[in-house]
C-alpha cells in the first residue's frame, strides 16, 4: 500500500517501561508529523520534522518523549519510564511540501495503553 | 481559551437530512482550515480544505469559512449512514496544526 503506516497497531505496557512507535510515512513525503489523540481531545500536536531541517519538539508534553527520523524517512517516537497518562492513540501523518498547507495524510494509529 | 473549539456532539440526524458541523477560533493569523473525517479506529481522513472566506463545495460537501467572525463550517447534504464517523475541524500557521476536538455523527437509516 501507498499509505502511512504504522507499528504496532496495538500496545500494552506496564507502567514504568520504555515504548518504541514506528511510523513509515508515503515514500518521497519530506514533512512527518506525530500527534496525539485521548478520549475527548482533539490531535495534540507533538513533533514535526520537515527534510533535514532540526526538528520541531514543541509539543513533547515532557523530556520522557523523544523521537527521531533516520534517513529522512522511518520515524520512531520513544516514551520512556511510560506513565498511565501517556495513554492514547498516537497518529502519525506526512505531507509532501515544506509549505504546511499540504494535505496531511495520517496513518491508523498506534492505541497505547499502559496499565 | 482553547485555540480552536467544537462541539463534541454527539450528533444523531435521520438519513437524507442537512448536517451542519462548526469550529470557531481564536486565532486571526490561521491561513487554511480543514476539514478530516474519521472513522472508528482509523486515522483522520482530509475531507476539503479553503483558504479564503466564502464556500467551497465538492460533491455532497461544503466548508464555508468567514474569517470576519472566526467561524468555520462544514455542510453535509443528503446524509448518508455511511457519514457516520467524528469529523474534526483544523486549521494551521505555516508548519502548525491546530484540531477542534472532532463532532461525532450518527446518520440513522
Known amino acids: 500500500g501507498a499509505g502511512v503506516s504504522q507499528s504496532p497497531s496495538n500496545k500494552v505496557t506496564e507502567k514504568g517501561k520504555d515504548v518504541e512507535l514506528r511510523c513509515d510515512p508515503i515514500?518521497?513525503?519530506?514533512?512527518l508529523y506525530w500527534y496525539r489523540q485521548s478520549l475527548g481531545q482533539g490531535l495534540e500536536f507533538l513533533i514535526y520534522f520537515q527534510g533535514n531541517s532540526a526538528p520541531d519538539k514543541s509539543g513533547l508534553p515532557s523530556d520522557r518523549f523523544s523521537a527521531e527520523r533516520t534517513g529522512g524517512s522511518v520515524s520512531t517516537l520513544t516514551i520512556q519510564r511510560t506513565q498511565q497518562e501517556d495513554s492514547a492513540v498516537y497518529l502519525c501523518?506526512?505531507?509532501?511540501?515544506?509549505?504546511?498547507?499540504?494535505?496531511?495524510?495520517f496513518g491508523p494509529g498506534t492505541r497505547l495503553l499502559v496499565l | 481559551q482553547k485555540e480552536v473549539e467544537q462541539d463534541p456532539g454527539p450528533l444523531s440526524v435521520p438519513e437524507g437530512a442537512i448536517v451542519s458541523l462548526n469550529c470557531t477560533y481564536s486565532n486571526s493569523a490561521f491561513q487554511y482550515f480543514m476539514w478530516y473525517r474519521q472513522y472508528s479506529r482509523k486515522g483522520p481522513e482530509l475531507l476539503m480544505y479553503?483558504?479564503?472566506?466564502g464556500n467551497k463545495e465538492d460533491g455532497r460537501f461544503t466548508a464555508q469559512v468567514d474569517k470576519s467572525s472566526k467561524y468555520i463550517s462544514l455542510f453535509i447534504r443528503d446524509s448518508q449512514p455511511s457519514d457516520s464517523a467524528t469529523y474534526l475541524c483544523?486549521?494551521?500557521?505555516?508548519?502548525?496544526?491546530?484540531f477542534g476536538t472532532g463532532t461525532s455523527l450518527t446518520v440513522i437509516p
Open positions: 483544523a486549521m494551521n500557521t505555516g508548519n502548525q496544526f491546530y
Open positions: 501523518a506526512s505531507s509532501g511540501g515544506t509549505s504546511g498547507i499540504e494535505t496531511q495524510y
Open positions: 515514500s518521497g513525503h519530506t514533512a
Open positions: 479553503t483558504y479564503s472566506s
